[in-house]
């Protein structure tokens, strides 16, 4: 097996680098080779990020990621259960709001999403990161941990792994540091990948009718999902790696 390569996103489904170099007008390039462009929604600002250049959200702002590079059986985006997320985010907002998200609404839907300040019954509640990978309500990952210095107004590195869709079966690192999760779900139902409708978001999260809430007030930087888990070496990789060059594949013409 080679080693893992931090500045090679070729190993992700779907990675942003959120670089300047990445976005042309309304768009922006998913640097993993897989296609996913997503579209700006509202120009997020661009600003110094933790790793070369960053986005900046506010009110309005996110990115539509499509359905998440969803290309079928040789590269759905969630695997045997599997999928990873990392990130880099800062924020000051105390008030609850989504880094990410596909939140479903029907039973038959799913859900996606990481969000701040949310606690258990999905009420503001500061200091706290919450996520969930759900097949429908009740069913697959969903749990939260506190995390004080969540909007602190820093550069924080957010890895969540989950590892065979139990119920308790994710890991989540800040800054490289595990955190223990208090899980809310129960695990997965006999699935292999995910059904994205109608996008996914970044900076906000969308519901089934394509209706986004809790926009984040705040900057991410390199964000990327895997359709396996990241041990903790790669997370420490992952967090350790300061931009020091990067792979992209073949150029990407818009």
């Not at 040789?74 to 695997?79: F, G, N, R």
């Not at 989540?172 to 699935?191: E, H, M, P, R």
Request: hydrophobic content about 40%; proline content about 3%.
């Amino acid at each position: 097996l080679m080693a893992f390569d931090p500045k090679n996103y070729s190993d992700c489904v779907v990675a942003y680098a959120m670089d300047k170099s990445d976005i042309y007008q309304s768009r922006i390039i998913d640097a993993s080779g897989n296609g996913n462009v997503g579209t700006l929604a509202i120009s997020p600002v661009i600003i110094p990020g933790k790793i070369f250049q960053a986005l900046s959200f506010g009110s309005s702002q996110y990115i539509n990621a499509g359905t998440l590079g969803q290309l079928g059986v040789d590269q759905p985006l969630i695997y045997n259960n599997e999928v990873s997320f990392s990130l880099w985010f800062k924020n000051t907002s105390t008030t609850l709001q989504f880094l990410c998200g596909n939140t479903a609404e029907a039973s038959s839907s799913c859900s996606i999403y990481i969000a701040l300040n949310m606690n258990e019954y999905s009420t503001n509640t500061s200091g706290r990161i919450r996520f969930g990978v759900l097949q429908h309500v009740g069913y697959g990952v969903d749990g939260y941990v506190f995390f004080s210095a969540v909007n602190d107004g820093n550069w924080h590195h957010l890895v969540i792994s989950v590892n065979n869709g139990f119920g308790n079966g994710a890991t989540l690192y800040v800054d490289n540091n595990q955190l223990t999760i208090t899980y809310t779900g129960n695990a997965f139902s006999q699935y292999q990948w995910f059904f994205i409708s109608p996008f996914f978001a970044i900076g906000a999260s969308s519901n089934c009718n394509g209706v986004l809430s809790g926009y984040f007030q705040g900057s991410i930087d390199d964000f990327r999902i895997y359709n396996r888990p990241l041990s903790q070496v790669e997370t420490t990789a992952l967090y350790n790696w300061a931009g020091d060059g990067r792979y992209l594949p073949d150029p990407m013409f818009f």
